[in-house]
């Protein structure tokens, strides 16, 4: 069983920052990476972030580029997404997930791994 704990949402003007948190505890499955995924009202979810456990490498959605990183404390096995310069559009509910992949150059997250989520809004 993997526990996860999602915290650093809130509602922030256009332009602020907000910094995600993702705490994993419990016994976890050999993963390549893990990241962030994001859902705004109607839509699906999409891929965000991700980092490479073997290697450390980053990858991210073209609409955050520039504007988000995402950091892993190994020590603590905590997974971070500092947002900054953030845009109404970016309005969500963020997911972590500590054990993603990817094919066809499509993210994926193992469906017994997401958090609970937890909101970002974005005020114009």
């Known amino acids: 069983q993997v526990q996860l704990v999602e915290s650093g949402g809130g509602l922030v003007q256009a332009g602020g920052s907000l910094r995600l948190s993702c705490a994993a505890s419990?016994?976890?499955?050999?993963?390549?990476?893990m990241g962030w995924f994001r859902q705004a009202p109607g839509k699906d979810r999409e891929f965000v972030a991700a980092?490479?456990?073997?290697?450390?490498?980053?990858y991210y959605v073209d609409s955050v580029k520039g504007r988000f990183t995402i950091s892993r404390d190994n020590a603590n096995n905590t997974v971070y997404l500092q947002m900054n310069s953030l845009k109404p559009e970016d309005t969500a509910v963020y997911y972590c997930?500590?054990?993603?992949?990817?094919?066809?150059?499509?993210?994926?997250?193992?469906?017994?791994?997401w958090g609970q989520g937890t909101q970002v809004t974005v005020s114009s």
């Open positions: 419990g016994r976890t499955r050999s993963a390549y990476a």
């Open positions: 980092l490479t456990l073997s290697g450390g490498s980053t």
């Open positions: 997930n500590p054990n993603l992949w990817v094919y066809n150059s499509r993210w994926y997250g193992a469906p017994d791994y």
